[in-house]
């Protein structure tokens, strides 16, 4: 058989590729929709220790989270001086904050006087000064060193030495992300491909947080935006999407260290779905207003992707004329290493962030944000409140996520305790990967080693 001549990696799904079937709507599509980038990542085993192991966990906070850029806050957060928002991840806490000369910075958490944290963590509010709620040193909302009480007592105190001690900050896409590592490179490096791709109507400094929610999972952070990085599951976690989900079509790109993305077709029925279907038969199951008609030689792809296009408009009152029927339809979504996930197309606009809690290995915190884009002439609206629910409840209790949309998130995050579980169950002393359908999480472990690699 001629397949068998191909390499590792090579093998794809029969039939057509994600770029055939965007090509064939016939539309004008960003060339970033049609490029493709994909390098095989390796075959070996990925160990579940890397997931279970406190070691392995202690050494990432350690040595990786310390050193890599991550998406802290949204600007709109702290828009005004005297504005902030804490942001924590395992042992580390930072303090970001808008000073009165404008400028965003990324303050230790921690006072320097006996250590004490000088705003909770998981809190965001304003103030015009950061007093320490222990013994009331203060400092400037720049960090400067401002007061410390008994001063007589301190002579060995220089102003000059006591500034909050800064982490890095930078902003791209309207999202603050900070980095602890002073010789960090800069995060225009560090995004790789993703500037360049996500701009112009893919840019997300022009939308606004429409819904915000926190979900924890019981689960290692890996492991957790793992179930979201691959298709694969399609088949068998979302069989109701079989119809019209092109699944096995999916394409898998890998862009340099920090940067991956799949493209998934909607309005396509899956490789593995047994029945033949008409266009109006695909239709039918794509949650489209009832009676909705596929015209002769039009297709479901089409007639979706117009209806979306045309309801969207009017919900939230933007021309969306100009997206393609991709960007109207299909997950496209980027992933930023470590934590990062971005859907830059127009009708499911998610960001995903996966944290762990605390220093729980088997624990993450799940943030979903919806942005969509802003109404000409605004260039800001209020992000809407986080809306946290636990381990066990259905995202279908969110506003706005009531239908089909939250029973899907409920089937991926349902898994992951039995995962998890089995990760520790487990004889066999690591997960098997597809070369193709599961190579962005090879490549995030590939990432993750780079940096554990490094004293
Ligand atoms: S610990 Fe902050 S003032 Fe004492
Ligand atoms: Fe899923």
């Keep these: ?183 960090a490179p800069p995060l225009a490096d560090y995004l790789g491909i993703l500037p360049d791709h996500l701009k112009d109507g893919w840019a997300l400094e022009k939308r606004y947080v429409a819904i915000h929610v926190q979900k924890e999972l019981p689960t290692n952070w890996k492991a957790a935006q793992e179930a979201f990085l691959e298709a694969y599951h399609v088949m068998e976690t979302h069989t109701q999407n079989l119809p019209y989900a092109g699944d096995a079509n999916a394409q898998y790109d890998i862009f340099g260290e920090n940067v991956s993305r799949f493209v998934h077709t909607h309005g396509i029925p899956s490789p593995h779905y047994p029945v033949e279907m008409s266009e109006q038969d695909i239709a039918d199951k794509m949650h489209l207003p009832p009676g909705t008609i596929v015209p002769e030689g039009s297709t479901a792809r089409k007639v979706a992707a117009s209806w979306r296009r045309e309801a969207l408009s009017n919900e939230w009152g933007v021309d969306l004329s100009n997206y393609s029927d991709s960007e109207m339809l299909d997950s496209i979504e980027y992933h930023l290493f470590p934590n990062m996930c971005m859907f830059p197309g127009v009708s499911l606009p998610m960001v995903y962030r996966f944290r762990p809690i605390g220093m729980d290995v088997g624990r993450t915190l799940f943030d979903i944000l919806f942005l969509r884009p802003l109404p000409p002439g605004e260039d800001y609206r209020e992000p809407a409140a986080p809306i946290r629910i636990s381990a066990e409840q259905s995202y279908r209790d969110v506003p706005g996520m009531e239908g089909w949309l939250g029973a899907t998130f409920d089937q991926d995050t349902n898994n992951l305790v039995q995962q998890y579980r089995g990760f520790h169950a487990s004889k066999k002393a690591g997960q098997t990967l597809g070369n193709y359908q599961e190579s962005r999480i090879r490549h995030l472990h590939r990432t993750i080693d780079r940096y554990l690699a490094v004293d």
């Design 1 to 183: 058989m001629e397949t068998l001549d191909l390499k590792p990696g090579e093998h794809r799904c029969p039939g057509p590729s994600t770029r055939d079937l965007i090509l064939a709507d016939g539309c004008d599509v960003p060339p970033a929709l049609l490029t493709e980038s994909y390098e095989f990542q390796g075959d070996e085993d990925i160990a579940f220790d890397r997931y279970t192991s406190r070691e392995f966990f202690e050494l990432e906070m350690r040595k990786l989270w310390p050193r890599v850029w991550q998406w802290a806050c949204r600007v709109e957060e702290v828009r005004e001086a005297g504005d902030y928002v804490t942001y924590d991840i395992g042992p580390h806490s930072l303090l970001i904050m808008r000073g009165d000369d404008d400028v965003l910075r990324a303050f230790h958490n921690a006072c320097l006087h006996r250590g004490t944290q000088l705003r909770p963590s998981d809190s965001a509010g304003f103030a015009t000064e950061l007093r320490c709620p222990y013994h009331g040193w203060t400092w400037t909302i720049e960090g400067g060193l401002k007061s410390i009480p008994c001063r007589w007592d301190f002579p060995h105190v220089k102003d000059e030495n006591y500034s909050l001690p800064q982490a890095k900050v930078d902003v791209w896409g309207g999202f603050v992300f900070v980095n602890m590592d002073e010789n």
